[in-house]
């Protein structure tokens, strides 16, 4: 299964126009994670295996996506936004340079192929709690 997720916004737009409006003039809104000052919204996601998972950085700050490689399952592809490696490398590119930073409006995403826990957060609103988690189901 290879379908992209965007969680409410898609039936919302649907339902104010009576689904005449294209797709395509609706990908502007879709997104499954947005972003405030300094927290994701939802900080829960569940999806199913082969989701795509869209963030969009819906605030006003800078922000990152940046997976924590401890916590996300032994054979899961990493992830971060900046398309890092590693955590680390995210990390360093973070205090090089605001590598991997988006920007109001800018999006991420990530598709997801292997079930379990995946636990990610923004690298400049750590020691603020802006971390969430994405659960894969099978
Ligand atoms: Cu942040």
Known sequence: MHRRRFLGRVGAVSA???GSL???GCL?????VGMLASGYVPEELTVEVGDTVVWENTSSRGHTVTAYQAAIPDAATYFASGGFDT???A???WTTDF???LDTGDRFTHEFGVAGRHDYVCIPHETGGMYAT???EE
Do not use: K, P
């Not at 502007?28 to 499954?32: G, I, N, T």
């Open 28 to 32: 502007a809104d879709e997104y499954d």
């Open 16 to 18: 104010a126009v009576g």
């Open 22 to 24: 294209s797709v395509a």
């Open 87 to 89: 955590e680390s490398a």
């Open 91 to 93: 990390r360093e590119a």
């Open 134 to 136: 994405v659960f894969v």
């Open 99 to 101: 590598g991997g930073r």
